[in-house]
């Protein structure tokens, strides 16, 4: 009797302890197939042929290579407080590596944004003056694959290449939409299908089009102009504590990794942390301004 209780609380703990990992590993199953599907679909977006699996590799190894290396600076096998400080360190660590694909994926997507919204208001007018010469609509597509740079030419390209394979014309142009994601380029393409449905002239809702991006763009700039002094004035701000914190490692790099090592030196950057997230997010919500 007395080895019963033991064994059953090894049993109990055994059976918990593979409950959880097959629980873990759906999860991780799951996990992998929509982060497979997203990223293969953002990345066809982006006309990026990078297979997913090697990208989520290359996640996978440096997030431990930076999982070991964070643990190392800042943690202690000394005491349980610097091992919890460093995993916890380590953690957070890991977690930005986990978040950083997503990140440049989201910037490479607003870059190419703002370059397809820059190079439409040229493509509109290169089409107004095709469709003045005698040209079809999808001939004047092709005229601007054929003359204009990237990306407006892929994603006319791809337009094109739909509608060769049996796409109708509606839907093309509306996965195009959806794929590249702009207001002016919706607007075009409402305008495009309800000159279509009314028998419109296409060549003047080219030029009304072109004109008010032309404009709004200009609006833009105007704005973009009047807050530049607030962004530069939030990057400076947010960036101080960074460099006043390396200025003093230079300066006495035992005292700062003292500081780094204590437990109220982790409280201290923790609270940092959040003040500067918090500024950035009202600094941008007050910079940004829609037009």
Avoid at 114 to 137: E, P
Avoid at 253 to 261: A, V
């Amino acid at each position: 009797m007395f080895w019963m209780i033991p064994t059953l609380f090894a049993v109990c703990t055994a059976m918990l302890v593979y409950i959880l990992l097959v629980v873990l590993r759906e999860a991780e199953e799951k996990h992998v197939v929509e982060y497979t599907t997203d990223t293969a679909q953002q990345f066809e977006d982006l006309f990026l042929f990078i297979p997913p699996e090697q990208i989520r590799r290359l996640t996978h190894i440096t997030a431990l290579v930076v999982f070991l290396l964070m643990f190392m600076l800042t943690g202690s096998m000394v005491s349980t407080a610097g091992i919890l400080r460093g995993l916890i360190i380590a953690s957070l660590c890991v977690v930005l590596v986990y978040l950083t694909p997503r990140i440049v994926v989201k910037i490479m997507k607003r870059r190419r944004l703002n370059r397809f919204n820059g190079q439409l208001s040229g493509a509109l007018n290169g089409m107004s003056n095709a469709l003045k010469a005698g040209f079809s609509i999808q001939q004047a597509f092709d005229t601007i694959v054929q003359e204009g740079e990237s990306p407006i030419a892929q994603e006319f390209g791809m337009f094109l290449q739909q509608l060769r394979v049996g796409v109708r014309f509606e839907d093309a142009l509306e996965q195009m939409d959806r794929r590249v994601g702009s207001e002016d380029l919706t607007l075009m393409i409402q305008s495009i299908e309800i000159a279509r449905q009314t028998g419109g002239n296409l060549t003047e809702v080219f030029d009304r089009i072109d004109e008010t991006i032309r404009e709004r763009r200009r609006i833009e700039g105007k704005i973009q102009a009047l807050t530049a002094q607030g962004r530069i004035q939030g990057r400076v701000v947010g960036a101080m504590p960074i460099i006043l914190g390396f200025v003093l490692y230079l300066l006495d790099p035992p005292m700062m990794m003292q500081f780094l090592r204590s437990t109220f030196g982790m409280i201290i950057l923790g609270i940092i942390f959040v003040m500067e997230l918090l500024g950035a997010f009202f600094i941008r919500k007050i910079v940004n301004i829609d037009v």
